[in-house]
């Protein structure tokens, strides 16, 4: 049994988390968020110390270290928000724990070359939770789209990705761009991480749209010319989704045809886990390319296009 600690408890994504330390058979000995609404704790850990205030988090732990020698703390879940996410990170490898952080691992590439220093430093990982990289479908696909890459024909490919926000957003970390690095990174870093996976490093990209709520335009991969569409904005779902009431639509299309990868979507941190604690995981590199991506369009976005 492996022991975790996790901040960003009280965050939307920490439940799948929880659950895949629970699944895994691994215990959380420590949690941190500044808000207290946490009793999602008592479905899974409900003996976990919890704290509001990251220094006395910190204290805790070296605490719980010095006070048993047999005590080791393997792993730190990051779930913090996105601004937050470097420094977590160094705390993780500084008290000998490896880290596993939610997207984006950081918000500006040049923190991935310190991070790796770190690692090497403190010989501990880093691993970035890249979950649809391991959903079955898409594994399949990108099998298929692998065989077919000897033709030298680019696939086109058209992502839409509307999730409806309340007003709430924008008062929220996720709304301050400097904390969340905007829509392009905060929503759009799982699925644009998707398709380089799939079809290979970027080679250009324009902007057709860039707005606080929404952000659109192309991007040429090696593989694929891909149109691309983010939305917080319930005024850009389509019919279909209104009359079936859902405040969120998810559509990939490689040739025309859609790419069905809905059905276990939620799932996937328990196999993040697994294959984390197995001596797979994704790390430092494989993050590279999608944030090294959103942090250009950030900047071209700042700058009108």
């Given at each position: 049994?492996?022991?975790?600690?996790?901040t960003?408890?009280?965050?939307?994504?920490?439940?799948?988390?929880?659950?895949?330390?629970?699944?895994?058979?691994n215990?959380?000995?420590a949690?941190l968020?500044?808000?207290?609404?946490?009793?999602?704790?008592?479905q899974?850990?409900?003996?976990?110390?919890?704290?509001?205030?990251f220094?006395?988090?910190d204290?805790?732990?070296e605490?719980?270290?010095?006070?048993?020698k047999?005590?080791?703390?393997?792993y730190?879940?990051?779930?913090?928000?996105?601004?937050?996410?470097d420094?977590?990170?160094?705390?993780?490898?500084?008290?000998?724990a490896?880290a596993?952080?939610?997207?984006?691992?950081v918000?500006?590439?040049?923190?991935?070359?310190?991070?790796?220093?770190?690692e090497?430093?403190?010989q501990?990982?880093i691993?970035?939770?890249?979950?649809?990289?391991l959903?079955?479908?898409?594994?399949?696909l990108r099998?298929?789209?692998n065989?077919s890459?000897?033709?030298s024909?680019?696939h086109?490919?058209?992502?839409?990705?509307?999730?409806s926000?309340?007003?709430?957003?924008?008062?929220?970390?996720?709304?301050d761009?400097?904390?969340?690095?905007?829509i392009?990174?905060?929503?759009?870093?799982?699925?644009?991480?998707?398709?380089?996976?799939?079809?290979?490093?970027?080679?250009?990209?324009?902007?057709?749209t860039?707005?606080?709520?929404?952000?659109?335009?192309?991007?040429?991969?090696?593989?694929?010319d891909?149109?691309?569409?983010?939305?917080?904005?319930?005024n850009?779902?389509?019919?279909?989704?209104?009359?079936?009431?859902k405040r969120?639509?998810?559509?990939?299309?490689?040739?025309?045809?859609?790419?069905?990868?809905?059905?276990?979507?939620?799932d996937l941190?328990?196999?993040?886990y697994?294959?984390?604690l197995?001596?797979?995981?994704?790390?430092i590199?494989?993050s590279?390319?999608?944030?090294?991506?959103?942090?250009?369009?950030?900047?071209?976005?700042?700058?009108?296009?």
């Amino acid at each position: 049994m492996k022991n975790f600690a996790l901040t960003g408890v009280a965050g939307y994504i920490a439940p799948r988390h929880l659950k895949a330390i629970k699944e895994t058979g691994n215990n959380l000995v420590a949690a941190l968020d500044p808000h207290d609404s946490v009793g999602i704790l008592d479905q899974y850990f409900p003996e976990t110390a919890f704290f509001t205030e990251f220094e006395r988090f910190d204290r805790h732990i070296e605490m719980m270290k010095r006070k048993d020698k047999k005590f080791n703390l393997n792993y730190v879940s990051i779930c913090s928000p996105n601004h937050l996410h470097d420094a977590h990170i160094r705390f993780a490898l500084r008290i000998g724990a490896d880290a596993i952080c939610e997207k984006p691992l950081v918000l500006n590439p040049w923190n991935l070359d310190a991070l790796e220093a770190l690692e090497k430093e403190f010989q501990q990982k880093i691993y970035t939770v890249l979950q649809l990289r391991l959903h079955p479908s898409l594994i399949e696909l990108r099998k298929q789209i692998n065989l077919s890459q000897a033709s030298s024909i680019k696939h086109q490919v058209s992502l839409n990705y509307i999730t409806s926000r309340g007003l709430w957003y924008n008062f929220s970390w996720k709304g301050d761009n400097q904390k969340s690095g905007g829509i392009a990174t905060n929503i759009g870093i799982h699925f644009f991480d998707l398709l380089i996976w799939l079809f290979g490093q970027p080679e250009h990209f324009e902007l057709t749209t860039a707005k606080e709520n929404r952000m659109g335009g192309n991007l040429s991969l090696k593989n694929a010319d891909v149109e691309w569409f983010l939305s917080i904005d319930k005024n850009d779902l389509p019919e279909e989704a209104i009359k079936n009431n859902k405040r969120t639509y998810r559509s990939i299309k490689i040739d025309g045809s859609e790419v069905e990868f809905t059905e276990g979507f939620t799932d996937l941190h328990t196999e993040v886990y697994k294959n984390i604690l197995s001596g797979g995981g994704f790390g430092i590199e494989e993050s590279r390319p999608s944030i090294e991506l959103v942090h250009k369009i950030r900047e071209t976005a700042k700058k009108g296009n």
